[in-house]
């Protein structure tokens, strides 16, 4: 998948305008989110959608770069960690 007039791969350029537009939902998402102190669920949750913003934020940067894929498997990882979480979220999430 490189692109050989430029180097780096062309995997992201796919996806762009549909990251930006999750990167702007997610913001969105984000303000004036509340949640119980007893729900460690969704607690996580947040804390899984800010660095998620971060990573497609830096997929953004890296869109030319190798490194875009390791970051976009960052992200497949967090989302396999919160939905093994939601399985159980009254003792997950707390470990």
């Given at each position: ?6 180097g780096?791969?062309n995997?992201g350029?796919?996806?762009?305008p ?6 702007d ?6 303000q004036?989110?509340?949640y ?20 497609a ?20 990882e967090?989302?396999?960690?919160l939905?093994?979480?939601?399985w159980?979220?009254?003792?997950r999430?707390?470990?």
């Amino acid at each position: 998948m490189r692109d050989s007039k430029k180097g780096g791969n062309n995997f992201g350029n796919q996806q762009r305008p549909s990251l930006d537009q999750l990167i702007d939902t997610g913001e969105r998402l984000q303000q004036g989110c509340r949640y119980s102190e007893e729900d460690h669920l969704a607690f996580l949750t947040l804390c899984f959608l800010s660095k998620q913003l971060d990573h497609a934020k830096s997929v953004r940067i890296l869109v030319r770069s190798t490194d875009a894929i390791l970051v976009y498997r960052s992200i497949i990882e967090g989302l396999c960690q919160l939905a093994w979480a939601a399985w159980k979220p009254q003792e997950r999430p707390l470990l």
